[in-house]
């Protein structure tokens, strides 16, 4: 999932840039579909959560200007960790040199 959805957002930021990718991400028709691309049936259980961990690691190991923080149980716990790690990535740091 992680190797085909680092492909297909490849494209996609490429052909609609960073905010349309975003744009689309957050309609809940493309949603489901990119889940069922990446291989979920289209009534899988818990698909959300596992299409957001499959974007967050497609993104940190694709620089493509796009982040996904937090997740479920555990991994909510390190949220404003992975916010301040986005940002310095992203070049988005309120840091003082």
Known sequence: MVSLGKNVMEVLVDDYGQE????????????????????????????????????????????????VVGGKGKKSRKTQEDLLKAGDSLSLTEKKD
Request: aromatic share 12%; charged share 15%.
């Open 20 to 67: 349309g990718v975003l744009e689309r991400m957050s309609n809940t028709f493309f949603f489901q579909s990119l889940s069922n691309v990446l291989g979920f049936d289209w009534n899988s259980s818990g698909t959300t959560t596992v299409l957001c961990g499959v974007m967050q690691q497609v993104f940190d190991e694709k620089e493509l200007g796009l982040k």
